[in-house]
């Protein structure tokens, strides 16, 4: 095969595709991309993506025939199958919810009918530490398909588990990514980017935005108040000081969850209800704060487009675009692509 000159597009493709994280990633890298399609079952997801992006395809839902038969080969695949049957915080089914816990066996079959040059398969860090035989049983597969007529791996397959506070965001967001370059355009080996240092909260809130305790607290819900409550206690009684120090609270929850100076990992249900309490602040977290902690640029941000709680679950689902273009440009030095 022909190397691809510089000049030439990458061509991107995806599925569960939300905000389409692989193309802001691109961006981000200077890689100059075609959207050839996009795949999804949310409206509200689709209606966003089609104002975001001009994708040549869209496609509404994995489990239909159109998507594995017509969806194109493409040079980079970004397949982020739903999160919530592998979750910690769900109801850990794993592939026995037949609704979404059997999405990865859709896009492990446009993996082996289209054979993308690359592809990136992501998910929670319970598809290790809960469902550690779903993780094996797609790495196996992957691992199994074979150059037609021969023998020889079709592709070179790896994973880790990533964490976004490990590339500039102040985020604990730890996810599982499977990686797969296909060995006929390797030109060297694949390694797993190097850590950066993590961010100031400031370079992503509205610091200036001090709000007023009481008045904020009355927007809030009697188990929101609670949390807060009780984190509160527990930093005091730690030595910490809510209103001094940069504490960042998940207030909707049944229990209560803090960290210092970065934010808990940013949920669907979380981001949507503006369940994220800033102590020093005295207020929730605002929606478009959510999404620059997500990586994504501010000059990007939609207004008007979906409702302000929809947005912030299609936030919650995204993958860090500073973590997924680490790793995007490793891959496409491995494949000569950059």
Same mark, same amino acid.
């Given at each position: 095969?022909?190397?691809?000159?510089?000049?030439?597009?990458?061509?991107?493709?995806?599925?569960?595709?939300?905000?389409?994280?692989?193309?802001?990633?691109?961006?981000?890298?200077?890689?100059?991309?075609?959207?050839?399609?996009?795949?999804?079952?949310?409206?509200?997801?689709?209606?966003?993506?089609?104002?975001?992006?001009?994708?040549?395809?869209?496609? %509404?839902?994995?489990?239909?025939?159109?998507?594995?038969?017509? *969806?194109?080969?493409?040079?980079?695949?970004?397949?982020?199958? !739903?999160?919530? !049957?592998?979750?910690?915080?769900?109801?850990?089914?794993?592939? %026995?919810?037949?609704?979404q816990g059997t999405v990865v066996y859709r896009l492990l079959m446009y993996i082996a009918r289209k054979q993308p040059t690359t592809f990136l398969l992501k998910n929670v860090k319970g598809l290790l530490t809960a469902h550690p035989n779903v993780l094996l049983e797609v790495m196996t597969f992957l691992r199994g398909l074979k150059v037609k007529g021969s023998k020889k791996p079709l592709y070179t397959v790896v994973w880790a588990c990533l964490n976004s506070r490990d590339f500039g965001l102040p985020q604990n967001r730890e996810r599982i990514c499977v990686v797969g370059l296909k060995n006929s355009r390797k030109?060297?080996?694949?390694?797993?980017?190097?850590?950066?240092?993590?961010?100031?909260?400031?370079?992503?809130?509205?610091?200036?935005?001090?709000?007023?305790?009481? =008045?904020?607290?009355?927007?809030? %819900?009697?188990?929101?108040?609670?949390?807060?409550?009780? #984190?509160?206690?527990?930093?005091?009684?730690?030595?910490? #000081? !809510?209103?001094?120090?940069?504490?960042?609270?998940?207030?909707?929850?049944? =229990? !209560?969850?803090?960290?210092? %100076?970065? =934010?808990?990992?940013?949920?669907?249900?979380?981001?949507?209800?503006?369940?994220?309490?800033?102590?020093?602040?005295?207020?929730?977290?605002?929606?478009?704060?959510?999404? *620059?902690?997500?990586?994504?640029?501010?000059?990007?941000?939609?207004?008007?487009?979906?409702?302000?709680?929809?947005?912030?679950?299609?936030?919650?689902? #995204?993958?860090?675009?500073?973590?997924?273009? *680490?790793?995007?440009?490793?891959?496409?030095? *491995?494949?000569?692509?950059?």
């Amino acid at each position: 095969m022909p190397k691809r000159k510089r000049s030439q597009p990458l061509t991107f493709g995806s599925a569960c595709s939300g905000l389409c994280a692989e193309l802001f990633a691109a961006e981000y890298l200077g890689v100059e991309a075609t959207a050839i399609f996009a795949c999804d079952n949310d409206k509200h997801v689709t209606t966003l993506s089609k104002q975001l992006w001009q994708h040549k395809f869209y496609y %509404n839902d994995v489990f239909e025939d159109e998507f594995v038969q017509n *969806a194109p080969c493409v040079d980079f695949f970004l397949g982020g199958f !739903p999160c919530g !049957p592998f979750s910690l915080q769900g109801l850990g089914k794993g592939v %026995n919810d037949e609704a979404q816990g059997t999405v990865v066996y859709r896009l492990l079959m446009y993996i082996a009918r289209k054979q993308p040059t690359t592809f990136l398969l992501k998910n929670v860090k319970g598809l290790l530490t809960a469902h550690p035989n779903v993780l094996l049983e797609v790495m196996t597969f992957l691992r199994g398909l074979k150059v037609k007529g021969s023998k020889k791996p079709l592709y070179t397959v790896v994973w880790a588990c990533l964490n976004s506070r490990d590339f500039g965001l102040p985020q604990n967001r730890e996810r599982i990514c499977v990686v797969g370059l296909k060995n006929s355009r390797k030109i060297a080996d694949f390694s797993w980017p190097i850590s950066v240092k993590m961010r100031s909260l400031s370079c992503f809130l509205d610091m200036d935005d001090v709000g007023n305790m009481v =008045s904020n607290m009355k927007k809030l %819900n009697k188990t929101e108040l609670e949390n807060i409550r009780k #984190s509160y206690q527990k930093i005091k009684s730690e030595g910490g #000081s !809510p209103a001094k120090q940069h504490y960042v609270l998940n207030v909707g929850g049944t =229990s !209560p969850q803090y960290n210092l %100076n970065y =934010s808990p990992c940013l949920t669907r249900t979380r981001c949507g209800s503006k369940g994220y309490w800033l102590s020093w602040l005295n207020r929730s977290m605002k929606t478009h704060e959510m999404w *620059a902690l997500q990586g994504l640029p501010k000059k990007s941000f939609p207004k008007e487009v979906v409702s302000e709680s929809q947005l912030g679950k299609i936030i919650g689902n #995204s993958i860090p675009i500073t973590m997924l273009a *680490a790793v995007m440009r490793n891959m496409f030095e *491995a494949c000569q692509f950059r």
